[in-house]
RNA sequence: GCGGGUGUAGUGUAGGGGUUAUCACAGGAGCUUCCCAAGCUCUUGACCCGGGUUCAAAUCCCGGCACCCGCACCA
């Protein structure tokens, strides 16, 4: 089994996540998150919403379902599908690369117009009827909901972004008319994928946050990088490098400062939620490859076993003047005299994508086979075990009774008595809880107990009454002792 | 969506036209246990779904669903 496997057997067997509706087959890309992935999940997302409000952006929540009209002004309805064939004589709907298949051709498109021009030149005949086919249309990747809207068709949303860019005035306005702006929004999106595949990265049901940053097109500028975190890039020309952001703007790899700020604090998250930076990598998007709204991405791919996977992509767009153009509405803002309509740069996260990354790149196993989630503290979906050494000489009832009081200091705590000692803390590594805070017989002594660090399995001896006041992971000697370096 | 493979307790597996359906780990109860999955006793728990063949199907056949691999797709 590779990591990744090790990985979804662990997840299934200690709930961080499972196949959705099991018990009647299961349901192809949709999965439940379970008691411990919610917790870990929510401190993934926690660490993205509180390092984007420092860089003052503002949060919203609109809704998944989206009349047409949105769609149709984003250009998803005519762009975000597949190509499929549907019979003039007995209308039935078959996928384009099957029918031709089946008349004896091996051949893919790339657009209706290239597969017309393939139909009008070779005969490809229904697979039902035998009618010749010589027109092609498209599969929707939107899940739809027929005429349910007031003026026809509700979709499931397939990006939030179109929530943001549909509020741009009444949040230019709350902004108080400033440029450049930026709006987050972390919420559900929906695809109808052909084959969803590996889990949470394929899912038709999955969490994004986006954020749109709102600039002005002459300069996209943010706010200037630091500079002082080495990134690996692979530019859609020339060689990949380890490079720091600044470096990357000065030579022209990034192609403006929004990008390059936003490149680097991408990387940050992702590395404070626990990927390796070393699996990390920035990859600029070949021209041919871009979403029909972009004319300039960043894939940030993670490295799982042998393959990249995209867990973030950073778009340069310009959605506001198609919304502009349907709505009638003006979606410029004033500065300094001056009418601007903003570009947009994008950061969007694929959050069951980067949960996935984290649980891979946290997993390792021991010289004697047991398996160790290597969690950030804060990551983690327990911050720490409490146990009694034994059931006896009143260790656990003294245990139990911390365990009620720390829960009203941090309530990721986690009471466990059963099995032995080696048993439980094995228990604990396996789902990532950095910290084991064992009761033994000199703590009835003196009130003190050992903390167990998770990855050294080194212990300290403290007393209980500072964890009840300090908390677990804030405090200071277990910090100093096993989060020094 | 195509082709190939697979589907047995929570997990990993053995077997396979008539069985009390194998084993391990995990789980529960108890005894024991003062630091890294110790031991003992007891115990819960499974043949993906539907149809067919058959006296009899978990086993064979067909269909569905799901998963895995390859291809395609991934706005």
């Not at 260790?395 to 439980?424: C, H, L, N, T, W």
Request: hydrophobic residues 35%.
């Amino acid at each position: 089994m590779n990591t990744y496997e090790q990985v979804v057997e662990l997840a299934k067997r200690r709930g961080f996540f499972w196949q959705a509706f099991s018990i009647y087959g299961g349901e192809a890309g949709f999965y439940d998150y379970g008691p411990l992935g919610v917790l870990m999940r929510d401190n993934i997302t926690k660490v993205w919403k509180e390092s984007y409000l420092r860089d003052e952006a503002v949060f919203i929540d609109t809704p998944v379902i989206v009349p047409s009209t949105v769609f149709r002004a984003s250009g998803h309805i005519d762009k975000f599908a597949d190509l499929a064939t549907e019979c003039s004589k007995c209308h039935n709907k078959q996928k384009l690369d099957t029918v031709v298949k089946a008349s004896g051709f091996q051949k893919t498109f790339r657009s209706v117009e290239e597969a017309n021009r393939f139909l009008q030149e070779n005969v490809v005949k229904c697979v039902v009827c035998g009618n010749r086919i010589t027109q092609a249309t498209e599969f929707k990747l939107m899940f739809r909901m027929p005429g349910q809207g007031s003026s026809g068709d509700l979709y499931l949303r397939p990006e939030t972004a179109q929530g943001i860019f549909v509020n741009f005035k009444l949040l230019s306005n709350f902004y108080r008319n400033k440029l450049p702006m930026a709006v987050a929004q972390l919420g559900k999106g929906f695809r109808n994928e052909i084959s969803p595949r590996q889990t949470l990265i394929r899912l038709r049901e999955f969490t994004q946050g986006e954020i749109e940053v709102f600039v002005d097109p002459e300069r996209k500028y943010w706010k200037e990088p630091a500079g002082s975190m080495p990134v690996n890039l692979n530019p859609r020309s020339g060689e990949s490098v380890s490079m720091d952001v600044v470096t990357a703007l000065k030579n022209g790899i990034m192609s403006s400062n929004a990008m390059a700020y936003f490149v680097e604090k991408t990387a940050s998250i992702l590395t404070e939620v626990g990927i390796d930076s070393a699996r990390l990598r920035f990859r600029q998007v070949p021209t041919d490859e871009l979403a029909h709204y972009s004319f300039d991405t960043w894939d940030v791919e993670a490295l799982l076993d042998d393959d990249w996977v995209e867990v973030v992509g950073i778009a340069d767009r310009n959605d506001l003047k198609n919304h502009e153009k349907a709505s009638g509405e003006s979606m410029s803002v004033l500065v300094d005299g001056k009418s601007i309509t903003p570009s947009i740069i994008e950061p969007s996260y694929g959050i069951d994508r980067i949960f996935l990354s984290v649980l891979v790149h946290a997993f390792y196993v021991r010289d004697n086979g047991f398996k160790v989630l290597r969690l950030p503290d804060e990551i983690a979906p327990y911050h720490a075990a409490i146990l009694p050494l034994v059931n006896k000489d009143g260790m656990d009832s003294m245990a139990r009774d911390f365990y009620e009081r720390i829960k009203r200091v941090d309530p990721y705590v986690v009471y466990d008595q059963s099995g032995s000692i080696g048993r439980r803390y094995a228990r604990q590594d396996e789902i990532g809880t950095p910290y084991c805070i064992t009761f033994d017989s000199q703590s009835t002594q003196d009130g003190t107990v050992t903390v167990r660090e998770r990855d050294s399995a080194r212990q300290i001896r403290v007393a209980s009454q500072d964890l009840l006041s300090t908390g677990i992971i804030g405090n200071e000697k277990i910090r100093s002792a096993f989060r020094s370096s």
